[in-house]
């Protein structure tokens, strides 16, 4: 099943109550979710676009760009299959608390499930706990250290995580890392749907995960 809208800055209008906030943005049939923590560390407080505006979210930029996941990139990037959000979309007042982020954590969810990404990619620690914690089984046996983890495919229920660190940690070599890891990835059937049309009448195709 795919979405309907072809809206590209907060395709599905979420609206938290706070003053500025950088909402999800990019493909709602997206094949790929970039998941990062706040606004205030990935980017985005002056652009509303997440993963924008800042040297470190233009490294991470460029290496979506060289795995083919972003076909443009700068404050309004362009991609036709990757779909950029936060787990705390407002733009903080310093940091965020926990209660903030479990008061936001409903918008991001909701959003998740709405766009249905094939691959979760999180970015950073908070942003890959919470995946690992709440999309996958893995978190109670996965150690989260993000420089054992960058570029590594992981498990999900229903989706595939593949955790990115923090552009701003990154030492030499991990931007090819990361691009060698999403074309490898690219080059396997990571859908993996089966086509159940043939048992429907008219058999038509309607893929499941």
Same mark, same amino acid.
């Not at 209660?99 to 991001?108: A, K, M, N, S």
């Given at each position: 099943m795919r979405n309907v809208t072809d809206r590209v800055r907060n395709p599905f209008g979420m609206e938290p109550d706070c003053e500025r906030f950088v909402p999800g943005y990019g493909d709602a049939n997206a094949d790929f979710h970039v998941i990062g923590d706040h606004p205030g560390v990935h980017g985005g407080t002056t652009t509303g676009v997440p993963f924008t505006g800042t040297a470190d979210a233009e490294r991470l930029q460029t290496a979506l760009q060289n795995a083919g996941l972003l076909d443009n990139g700068g404050d309004r990037p362009e991609t036709d299959r990757t779909f950029l959000s936060y787990l705390h979309m407002c733009v903080p007042d310093g940091a965020p608390?926990?209660?903030?982020?479990?008061? #936001?954590?409903?918008?991001?969810?909701?959003?998740?499930r709405a766009i249905a990404a094939h691959v979760l990619l999180p970015v950073g620690e908070r942003a890959t706990r919470h995946v #690992?914690?709440?999309y996958t089984a893995q978190a109670h046996k996965t150690d989260v250290e993000m420089s054992r983890l960058h570029g590594e495919e992981l498990r999900g229920s229903g989706w595939l995580v593949l955790p990115i660190a923090d552009p701003a940690d990154w030492q030499d070599?991990?931007?090819e890392r990361l691009v060698e890891a999403l #074309?490898?990835?690219q080059s396997t059937d990571f859908r993996r749907e089966t086509d159940l049309g043939r048992f429907l009448p008219g058999g038509d195709p309607y893929h499941v995960r």
């Open positions: 608390t926990a209660g903030d982020y479990r008061e #936001l954590e409903r918008f991001f969810d909701a959003e998740l #690992l914690e709440e070599g991990d931007d #074309l490898d990835l």
